[in-house]
């Protein structure tokens, strides 16, 4: 009993940690591309934390592509980072970047090392402590 309230506590102490920091910003509204085709969508899952809104990949008029995150809400934590991956695990992964806010609006110009055909999972990463907390596949 007392190994098992032992690993228990850590087990939180390890999610809650993942909160304190909060080097992530609360919120960002920053309009998309505006003349823009899109590609693939998804919806965004939370995992160990709630985690919601739509991602897209969008082709503007310059034939640049971006990531755009739309009323996206998450709980803020370190190093929270942007990857692309084949599945949920994290490994193997392309990083974007730190996450540029916990909820809003925002978008990032992809480059065209970014394979979001293969790698068709935008994955929302506590680096810091290796917590997924949220997802969502492209489609």
């Avoid at 509204?29 to 934390?49: D, I, M």
């Avoid at 990463?125 to 997924?132: A, I, K, M, T």
Wanted: aromatic share 12%; proline share 5%.
């Amino acid at each position: 009993m007392k190994k098992h309230l032992i690993v228990s506590f850590f087990g939180l102490l390890l999610m809650a940690s993942c909160k304190k920091d909060n080097n992530t910003p609360a919120f960002l509204n920053t309009p998309a591309p505006v003349t823009s085709t899109t590609l693939v969508t998804g919806n965004f899952t939370g995992s160990a934390h709630p985690c919601s809104g739509t991602v897209k990949v969008v082709k503007d008029n310059a034939n640049k592509l971006f990531l755009v995150f739309e009323n996206f809400n998450t709980d803020n934590g370190p190093d929270l980072r942007v990857w692309f991956s084949p599945n949920n695990s994290g490994s193997p992964y392309q990083e974007l970047g730190l996450l540029k806010a916990a909820r809003g609006n925002f978008n990032y110009e992809l480059n065209a090392s970014f394979d979001y055909t293969t790698n068709n999972r935008v994955l929302i990463w506590c680096r810091q402590f290796s917590v997924l907390f949220g997802y969502a596949v492209l489609q």
